[in-house]
């Protein structure tokens, strides 16, 4: 049986992206519309339940495989554990923050938090959302290891270029692929998550892009550790946020932007699932895969995106709409509808372990 919901009402967008907090309003970044958390980067108490440490990955950052963030500084992310029965399960959230589309948004996304992890905590507190610690509103993963993934490459961690790449006397790294393997290996092997028995995999916006990217891949990655530890693959199912964005050239030209991202960053089947490049590969457009769109065809692992069918920063940042009073218009539903018949049959029609939830 599959499950198909979308949310059918424009989201609100109020309050700050993730984006301009950082940058400004008027930045030069690719936005997503992920909202601004001020306890993102907010250093927590030792009895603060939510207590997560940091873990810097230098010796990856050192090491020939060069796992560094856009300034070249090494990739991190945050470790609640797990208690009781949670003790051997995770959530993996991957922090969403939008891309930068050319060489000169990425020089100023490499001077921010989003290209940058210098000035992160060593610790933070994760207690919301997915994350709280509350049964009553986290009644599934409550008491679960929580895992925050800090984003900072700018292209949904998929790059997959060797050495830098100088922009006027800036060093450039685009070593996305390289830090998700690096992530992965560190929380499996140094975390404890060979342990594991149910695994799920998250991430909001250019974080949910990245969980239909790479789902796959850390479910690989999952089996094989825990099979080696238990004697039995842990169960993994993946759950994108808000990450399903519509390949269109409308005039936004976010489609022209992600192609250009996946050409100077050197995407490739090493930086992305690799049955959508092979497949595209043969038909001659491999950059298709850089996109939810045309990744989820692929995609064998259980995975349950919420999405909005009427998401309010896709409406306007690519389908193109600028309605200020915030109603859904003709073009909109029309958008609202081809993106629902693309999700049906691109994911849903792929596979009976996939399904749809209600992104309110």
């Not at 339940?49 to 060069?66: H, I, M, N, R």
């Not at 270029?161 to 100088?166: D, E, F, H, S, V």
């Not at 100077?264 to 457009?285: K, M, P, R, Y």
Request: hydrophobic share 35%; net charge negative.
């Amino acid at each position: 049986m599959k499950y198909f919901l979308l949310l059918s009402s424009p989201l609100a967008a109020t309050a700050l992206t993730l984006v301009e907090h950082e940058y400004g309003i008027d930045h030069d970044q690719l936005d997503d519309g992920e909202q601004y958390d001020p306890s993102s980067f907010v250093p927590a108490a030792r009895d603060d339940p939510g207590f997560a440490q940091a873990y810097f990955l230098t010796a990856d950052q050192k090491g020939p495989d060069q796992a560094q963030c856009l300034d070249g500084t090494a990739p991190v992310y945050y470790h609640r554990k797990g208690t009781g029965s949670g003790v051997n399960k995770w959530f993996v959230h991957q922090q969403g923050g939008g891309w930068c589309y050319d060489l000169a948004s990425c020089v100023s996304r490499s001077l921010g938090t989003l290209g940058s992890t210098k000035a992160d905590p060593q610790n933070r507190s994760l207690n919301s959302g997915y994350t709280s610690v509350d049964p009553k509103q986290n009644p599934l993963m409550y008491n679960w290891n929580s895992i925050e993934i800090r984003y900072c490459d700018g292209a949904s961690v998929s790059g997959d270029k060797k050495g830098p790449t100088n922009v006027n006397g800036t060093n450039l790294m685009f070593r996305g692929r390289a830090i998700l393997d690096a992530e992965i290996k560190s929380i499996l092997i140094d975390r404890g998550m060979d342990k594991a028995t149910d695994v799920i995999v998250s991430g909001c916006s250019a974080g949910g892009l990245a969980t239909f990217l790479h789902c796959d891949h850390w479910q690989a990655a999952i089996a094989k550790a825990t099979t080696a530890a238990n004697g039995a693959a842990a169960k993994v199912a993946c759950m994108p946020d808000s990450g399903f964005f519509l390949d269109e050239d409308r005039s936004p030209l976010y489609g022209s932007k992600m192609r250009n991202v996946y050409s100077f960053q050197e995407s490739s089947s090493a930086g992305l699932n690799a049955a959508c490049v092979a497949a595209h590969t043969a038909t001659g457009d491999p950059e298709k895969c850089i996109f939810a769109q045309w990744t989820s065809a692929h995609i064998k692992t259980p995975t349950w995106p919420m999405q909005s069918q009427y998401d309010s920063w896709q409406s306007r940042n690519v389908m193109g709409a600028n309605d200020a009073g915030g109603n859904v218009n003709t073009t909109e539903i029309a958008f609202g509808k081809n993106l629902t018949a693309i999700v049906e049959k691109e994911l849903l029609e792929n596979g009976p372990q996939h399904g749809m939830l209600n992104s309110c």
